[in-house]
């Protein structure tokens, strides 16, 4: 065995060459990985007694793609063509041994190979569009090579891990070894194909699927027209349908070089940075500064839910998911009745769309327990309460829990914006209680605000992170304060979008100036949706404001065919000659002279105060990172993945530029538009906001 450079051996076993990477975490094709192959399969080839190499790595999967954190930079070392290359004009056989997930560049280093074997665990897939990009080393050439434009179109644009049964069954993979045997299998195939003399397979050369295809735009139109609303405001999954396009048209070296134009046009972009930013961020949230990875966590293997309605039965099937029991308690049968039911709907709906099996449902619906009595969460380990959003009955829930429930059990409020450090002040065990902030519906939503409380233990903090892993979630830890910083950052917007409708835009306008920017909807159609009488009473009404116009007039949104908008049967919206109306004569009353507001100033105006806000948040320390910060925003508001979230967006911009606006509009109308001290910092110092 002889080392080629720190990640790279080579060694002979009989006259096949195995060549092993092993850079930790994933293989990643490092400068050093990179150079790794390129001396590697040199010497193999320099080698008479080799008559063929397997390519092999260590840990826990074969090359998991070029390495991320090398974007940006300077390029250092061999370049990754140079490497490719190596292997696919190498005058002897490459078998490429794949074990874990290949993907991405390790992928397309496979398709470089001229045989793949792999264990049944492997998963292979191009998931570059998830970063904004294409695959940029002739994966989306040599792919639709294998597998055909379509198959091939699904890959790419959706980035997904394909499974080596079916990557055999696609071509993809030459051979499954058995399980745990892939060094001594990927050996034994290399030499099977040595003995049977089997041409070199060159991918490239393959043409039958490609040809096939030419002379068929429809395969690509009908694929456009399908995916419009999933791809609506990206790049990526457009440029990598014309790079098929190429590969079904176009000669192999043609179809490089629109490949290789179309990448770079993708990785200098803004959408890919912030594609590349929301990666490292998701992995970031789990990294809290205070709580040590050490810190003893507490065992949770029954969980309580006090409220059956829409969150707690929400909340109860992330649990149940995972097999965890669940004791649902509710005041009364008929609510807890219905809770059930509703969640046993939810389960034989999945399964009627074949998510999984009737017998799942059974078994999930069997670790539910329903009861009338508090007393029955007495031997939970955790207590998530979704009650009615009022303080006093928060309280008294929690002094009932604290008699009730054993000790060492964690007691968790959903709260979604009261003060969970009074909400403790009903507890003897403070260091107990924790805000479980779920996004509904509970159960769909990836999103989860775990708030710590000043008296929160770190083992509250780390196993209720450590549960929210566990269930699915993508957890952000943040502080008490008004809205915690999902919802504290909505109220800005919330409250620009009121007064720009009082002064001149009507609500059409701004829902189509934050639709165009990316978000899923805007905030009137949102109002629509969920329901413009949530919190409203008829009692209290008094007209004071547009909503509780509509409301009187019992315009409620969706539900009742008008709100905002008028709808049809369909529910389709249309803006409504009726609001316009009410919306004129309000703002007459009101003494407002309304004038022609522009785009720019109603995007302007809805999302700098979020950015300002979220720059209050970190100066207050209610969130740990500002890329937590767009994790929230990305995960429970819908913020254009391809933007890198509210505080990436304000660098995009420059925070110069938000802070001059602020002050603009500061000027203009007052000190809603105040600018938080860190964000007059950041430009004084010529920082981001994504170094904080
Ligand atoms: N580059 C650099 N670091 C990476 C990395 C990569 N490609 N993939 C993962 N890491 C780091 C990650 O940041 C984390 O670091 C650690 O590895 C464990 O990751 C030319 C241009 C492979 C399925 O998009 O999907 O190839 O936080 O927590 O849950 O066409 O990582 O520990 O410091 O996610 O077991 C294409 C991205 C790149 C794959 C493993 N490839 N990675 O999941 O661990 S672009 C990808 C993943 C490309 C070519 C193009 C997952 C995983 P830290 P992890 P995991």
Redesign the pocket.
Known sequence: MTAINDVTTLETVGEVAVLTLNSP??N?LSAPVREGINNGIKQAMENDAVKAIVLICEG??FI??????EFGKAPAGPS?FDALNMIEFASKPVIAAIHG?A???GL?VALTCHYRVAVPSAKCGL??V??G?L???G?TQRLPRIVGPEKALEMVTSGSHVGAKKCLEMGLVDELTEEGKLRDGAIAFAKKIVAEKRPLKRVRDLSDKVEAARGKPEIFSEFRKANARKFRGFLAPEYNIQCIEAAVNLPFDEGIKVEQKLFRELVTGTQSAAQRHVF?AE?QVWKLPDVPADTPTIPVNKVGIIGAGTMGGGIAMNFLNVGLPVTIVETKQEALDRGIATIRKNYENSAKKGRFSMEEVEKRMGLLTGSLEMEALADSDLVIEAVFENMDVKKQVFSKLDAIVKQGAILATNTSALNIDEIATAVKRPEAVIGLHFFSPANVMRLLEVVRADKTSKPVIATSMQLAKKIGKIAALVGVCPGFVGNRILAQRQREAQKLILEGAMPWDVDRVLYDFGLPMGPFAMSDLAGLDIGWSKEKSQGATIRDVLCEMDRRGQKTGAGFYDYDENRNAKPSPVVEKIILDFAQKKGINRRKISDDEILERCIYPMINEGAKILEEGKAIRSSDIDIVWINGYGFPVYRGGPMFYGDTVGADKVLAKMKEFQAQMGDDFKPAALLEKIVAEGKKFSDF
Not at 64 to 69: L, Q
Request: charged content about 20%; proline content about 11%; glycine content about 18%.
């Open positions: 975490p994933v990643a826990k999967t998991a793609g070029a390495d991320i954190t990754l997930t993907l991405g560049g397309e998931p570059e998830n970063l990009l695959p940029g080393a994966g490292f992995r």
